[in-house]
């Protein structure tokens, strides 16, 4: 099917049921997963677009009617922003490496496109300064953030690329010059200079996951988690929230543009959840005047905190709620929830949802999708504290340490290993003590989350699950994840470099394949004595995979490296060798490729 064309326009028939208002969705819209991601409103409030990233479609959303039409207009939409001043609607296409550009109009799918800008590869998200003049693309993998200018006709002008040292998930806005990004993995935030094309700074708060950005007044708000990497994953230490924090956080905006302030003198941040029940994985927040919205994407909820008394309420909605449009009345939430293809329709006066909108027909739940839904539900953990994609974010790494019985024992914390690619790289745990990948899921299961009578919330598929058969489907679904490009790959550049092919001898030569076997996902199936050996006296590691190791910020078992460089000159890895100049820097441009 080609892109631009319309689907289908189905007129639905609106239901009660159970006191919801729901829109039942005929068989004449295409049986497939959608998985939204984005949400907006149209500028009569009256239509509701959704962007789809599994199936690359545009859904429009008649609120009045519930009329659903769906529009394939891409490849994996990812998110939506509009251009003020402007009759226009973005919508970012992470596959194609494309910001689509729309209009609304009064036709069957409710858009007209008007043209397709390429944008650097993998971008995610995008924000457009309140002049209309400037959009700030967030490019993940590419790690770089794409100015696009518009000329006074409306045309896009040059594109301005800045390389950042971190994989950015979410931008925003400041003023109309200054955009800030958000890390997806760590807790970086970088400040680019969109007038004058320029990195201005880059900083590091102690959080993780920061998966949304929101100005709110004078302050920058972020949702993100913090990881305790003293605390152990026992119970106890679960139960309190201090092994793994869910938070909010404010930064004066004045604060964020000042390069010479420390962020974390400054923030202000407010705890979500208490002791008995946890509030795993917050996604999306928004400032309202009275309070704030956040959704809670592991618990399947919308929070709601009272900025006066901090106090929390909790509307359930579907099945993980990862973005939120509000009416411009701040009555209505519309909550986007990506793994039951639904928006929840929040009245936010009573704090209750009046509407479930199903976006069309989806396949019966299989061993992939029941494990994707276990792999992003904090229900797997001990009072909803965490999810597996708490520590292992979208499949990858929090670039964090972990103090978990993977090798063995508690009292000295583990690099959070990727799973991109996890299937190929066994056997598993940092001892190497699992030869098969169910195992190893079971035991996090058991060991790390506490996994008790998990149950899918109401409304999604699989009902009970038991142990083995839970770490079943989560071994399917991890075995779906692929590796990520190499970061030089993603930003297009050529692989058959000299220094590449000179650092592939080097590779050999100097003993890296008995460990990394290039023909076996550069791993092995052993154990080896590296020369680091931790607190406990483990001193026999399972090596890690080299394959995509560009885009991990921390690198060794106890994260000590922050670079290839780091591995091979400051702790002269492996075994105490030091190497040539000229050796080193072909090892590593060699590495960086992979």
């Known amino acids: 099917m080609r892109r631009g064309q319309t689907i289908i326009g189905m007129r639905t028939l609106l239901l009660v049921i159970g006191g919801l208002v729901s829109n039942a969705v005929a068989d004449t819209l295409p049986v497939m997963h959608r998985r ?73 799918s409710g858009i007209e496109l008007r043209k397709r800008v390429e944008t650097t590869s993998w971008p995610v998200s995008a924000a457009v300064s309140d002049d ?24 896009t002008g040059r594109a301005a690329v800045i390389d950042l040292p971190f994989a950015p998930r979410t931008v925003t806005f400041t003023d109309e010059r200054h955009a800030v990004l958000g890390d997806s993995f760590g807790g970086r935030i ?57 938070e909010i956080t404010a930064l004066p905006i004045a604060a964020v543009l000042d390069a010479e302030v420390a962020l974390d003198s400054v923030r202000r941040s407010v705890s979500l959840g208490s002791a ?46 990862v973005a939120v449009a509000v009416n411009r009345q701040s009555s209505r939430a519309f909550v986007v929830n990506e793994l039951s293809d639904s928006i929840s329709v929040v009245d936010l006066s009573r704090n209750e949802v009046v509407k479930e909108l199903v976006l069309g027909p989806r396949p019966a739940a299989g061993s992939v999708e029941r494990g994707e839904r276990a792999f992003f539900s904090s229900q797997l953990s001990l009072e909803n504290w965490m999810s597996c994609h ?8 929090n670039n964090q340490l972990a103090d978990t019985l993977g090798d063995g024992s508690y009292g000295d914390a583990k ?59 989560l071994a399917a679904y991890l075995t779906t994840l692929r590796r990520p490009p190499s970061i030089s790959s993603a930003r297009l550049m050529d692989n058959s470099a000299d220094g590449a092919r000179d650092g592939a001898v080097v590779f050999e030569s100097r003993g890296c394949a008995t460990c990394h076997d ?13 020369g680091l050996p931790d607190r406990n006296g483990l001193k026999d590691f399972n ?33 105490g060798q030091k190497l040539p100049v000229d050796e080193q820097q072909a090892l590593i441009d060699y590495l960086e490729r992979q």
């Open 36 to 108: 939204p991601a984005a949400a907006l409103l149209s500028s009569d409030e009256a239509r509701l677009y959704v962007a789809n990233q599994r199936s690359g479609t545009l859904s429009t959303v008649d609120l009045q009617s519930g009329m659903v039409t769906e529009r394939q207009i891409g490849q994996q939409l990812t998110a939506l922003t509009r251009r003020p001043r402007a009759d226009e609607i973005i919508a970012v296409d992470f596959a194609a490496g494309e910001l689509i550009v729309f209009s609304e109009s009064n036709d069957a």
């Open 132 to 155: 209309g003049e400037r959009c700030c693309v967030a490019s993940l993998w590419s790690r770089r953030a794409t100015i696009h200018s518009w000329t006074e006709t409306g045309d």
């Open 543 to 575: 090596p890690p995979s080299l394959g995509a190791v560009s885009q991990r910020d921390r690198l060794l078992h106890d994260g000590r490296a922050r670079s290839i460089e780091d591995v091979l000159s400051k702790y002269s890895h492996p075994n």
């Open 415 to 473: 690099r959070v290993p990727s799973l991109l690619g996890v299937w190929a790289t066994g056997p598993w745990a940092w001892n190497g003590k699992h030869s098969v990948l169910t195992s190893q899921v079971a035991a996090s299961l058991q060991n790390t989350m506490h996994t008790r009578d998990y149950r899918l919330s109401a409304g999604a598929e699989g009902g009970d699950a038991e142990p083995l058969a839970l770490a079943a489907d």
């Open 276 to 321: 008995g029940s946890g509030a795993g994985d917050p996604q999306a927040i928004t400032g309202l005047s009275d309070r704030l919205l956040v959704s809670l994407g592991g618990t399947d909820e919308l929070a709601l905190i009272d900025r006066v008394g901090v106090r929390e309420a909790r509307v359930p909605v579907g099945a993980r709620p």
């Open 190 to 246: 970088a400040v680019v200079d969109c007038v004058a094309e320029q990195l201005v700074s880059v900083r590091e708060l102690p959080i993780h996951n920061i998966r949304s950005l929101a100005v709110d007044g004078n302050d920058l708000l972020l949702s993100h988690q913090v990881l305790n990497s003293a605390a152990r994953t026992e119970s106890e230490h679960i139960h309190w929230g201090v092994l793994m924090q869910n």
């Open 390 to 397: 708490s520590c292992h974010t979208d499949g990858h790494t």
């Open 518 to 530: 290039p023909f076996t996902s550069l791993t092995t199936d052993g154990v080896f004595d590296v």
